[in-house]
């Protein structure tokens, strides 16, 4: 299994930007989605959560700004980013939980990361 993650870039305050994070391989079902971001010299956080049935979550600092969705047909998972900030540069990570089989055994799996800059 894999989670290929693209969409970022550079991009002015205030600007937006769609980030995607594509599954492949041997997949049975995919439960919760998520974003999270590490800035240089901090912690990485959690962003954004989706569950299989549609559910969001948002960290505080995105509310009203970012918003998570998922195509479970196409197992692609996305993260619309508006009103940009400087804040928000980090590098963005997708994360998965996936059964990649009938057993009913769940398995985290991460993306590459994509860099998103904010900057004028």
């Known amino acids: 299994v894999q989670l290929q993650a693209s969409g970022g870039g550079l991009v002015q305050p205030g600007g937006s930007l769609r980030l995607s994070c594509a599954a492949s391989?041997?997949?049975?079902?995919?439960?919760?989605m998520a974003w999270h971001r590490q800035a240089p010299g901090k912690q990485r956080e959690l962003v954004a959560t989706?569950?299989?049935?549609?559910?969001?979550n948002y960290a505080d600092s995105v509310k009203g700004r970012y918003t998570i969705s998922r195509d479970n047909a196409e197992r692609t998972l996305y993260l619309q980013m508006n009103s940009l900030k400087p804040d928000d540069t980090a590098v963005y990570y997708c994360?998965?939980?996936?059964?990649?089989?009938?057993?009913?055994?769940?398995?985290?799996?991460w993306g590459q990361g994509t860099q998103v800059t904010v900057s004028s």
């Open positions: 391989g041997v997949i049975f079902s995919i439960n919760v």
């Open positions: 989706i569950t299989s049935g549609g559910s969001r």
């Open positions: 994360y998965a939980q996936i059964r990649n089989s009938s057993a009913p055994r769940w398995f985290a799996y």
